[in-house]
């Protein structure tokens, strides 16, 4: 089997309402949609966290590897990926993601293939349900969604989960720049959802780092789960560990500077910023030698939400739920999605490879939708209108 063809599309995923946090307003995400064709008539499909990785994909990738055979993952990689030392210390990292992207693709391939799930591939599924969080923001109103900006509307937004979908496993960011204002929440939270439900919070490097010592030591009598970038550095962090319990998260891939410092306590990445499946599997194989947890990001087209289900499902020290914006996507690229949980857990695709399917005409509107208004734009501040934030808020 060969290699034939390599397309990318961007496509933009709204949201029903935008959400707020540190840097402004987050009405949605641009991906790339990758797709690796086959002379077997077999294509993988993979996702790229944002729309601009595509033309490194196309022009820089594709060219290395048409031809070539898509099961052998190890040489495609030598061929398209240096050292990521290297590109790490020459700013050129993005070759890493885009590798990421066309990597996911590749192990769809080889689960058609051989007619298996990527679970299987790895080993076999140790679960079967995969956990994901209920997600809450404050958020303008829209019509009838949204309408979430005070403690009482949260904590009603979150009520009503419990009710529909069963859910009691929640995280959210508060991210108005308003300490007061998330410790009432999360006071609030606690009384109304009771002492089983999870809660954790994203606050996106939004405080300082006096600010985020007063949050968290007032937080922390309502059992945190997790807190997640409470502050902007991993020093800061160690220094604001010395004033909570509370284990911290963080989207920065670091594990040397984790183990040096001591925090923070997990990971929570696309697998594309590691450089695909395979080198996320060596970077979770790391954590748990080390006993820092990992989990996964949110916000997909569906193929990498796929990817995620397939990876945790085969992974014992995923025990954390992944992040979920699922409830308020409108749309997604794959055949029945977008995904949602009920009962806190989404069930992993028994298909082969990533085990869902390109919905094409959802491919197309979608790609319209960013041809036609061009990338979303979540660096927007809705207070001042051109304008970029600058963190901390306080």
């Not at 840097?23 to 077997?40: H, M, W």
């Not at 729309?51 to 993952?73: Q, T, V």
């Not at 398209?80 to 693709?105: D, H, K, R, Y």
């Not at 109304?192 to 968290?216: C, K, Y």
């Amino acid at each position: 089997m060969k290699i034939t063809r390599i397309r990318t599309t961007p496509v933009n995923i709204p949201l029903d309402v935008p959400f707020h946090w540190s840097v402004g307003a987050y009405p949605g995400s641009s991906k790339c949609i990758v797709e690796v064709e086959t002379d077997a008539g077999i294509t993988g499909l993979g996702e790229a966290p944002w729309w601009h990785f595509g033309p490194i994909i196309e022009h820089e990738l594709a060219p290395r590897i048409i031809g070539r055979d898509p099961l052998d993952i190890a040489a495609i990689e030598s061929l398209c990926l240096p050292s990521v030392q290297i590109t790490a210390n020459t700013g050129e990292n993005a070759v890493v993601i885009a590798f990421g992207a066309l990597e996911m693709a590749l192990w769809d391939i080889r689960g058609k293939e051989w007619g298996q799930p990527i679970h299987k591939l790895l080993g076999g599924a140790v679960r079967q349900d995969i956990p994901f969080t209920e997600y809450f923001s404050f958020r303008e109103a829209a019509g009838t969604a949204g309408g979430e900006m005070s403690a009482e509307a949260i904590v009603d937004y979150c009520l009503r989960m419990r009710e529909a979908h069963g859910s009691t496993m929640f995280e959210g960011k508060l991210s108005l720049g308003d300490p007061e204002l998330e410790i009432r929440t999360v006071r609030k939270l606690r009384e109304a959802l009771g002492p089983e439900a999870m809660i954790r919070l994203d606050s996106n490097m939004q405080w300082s780092l006096p600010t985020a010592r007063h949050v968290l030591q007032a937080i922390e009598p309502y059992n945190i789960r997790n807190y997640e970038d409470p502050v902007a550095t991993f020093e800061e962090m160690q220094r604001l560990r010395q004033h909570s319990a509370i284990p911290f998260s963080s989207h920065v891939p670091d594990l040397r500077r984790a183990l040096a410092l001591g925090v923070p306590d997990a990971f929570v990445t696309n697998f594309a910023v590691h450089g695909g499946i395979g080198r996320t599997l060596r970077f979770i194989a790391g954590c748990e030698a080390t006993g820092v947890d990992f989990w996964c990001y949110s916000g997909d087209t569906g193929i990498c939400t796929a990817a995620y289900l397939q990876v945790s499902a085969a992974t014992a020290w995923i025990r954390e739920p992944a992040q979920s914006l699922f409830r308020w996507q409108v749309g997604d690229v794959i055949e029945g999605g977008p995904f949602r949980q009920t009962g806190n857990t989404v069930r992993v695709p028994d298909g082969p490879g990533l085990g869902v399917t390109l919905d094409r005409a959802a491919l197309d509107r979608w790609h319209r939708h960013f041809v036609e208004h061009g990338p979303m734009q979540h660096f927007h501040d809705p207070f001042r209108p051109g304008h970029f934030r600058r963190l901390p808020l306080n």
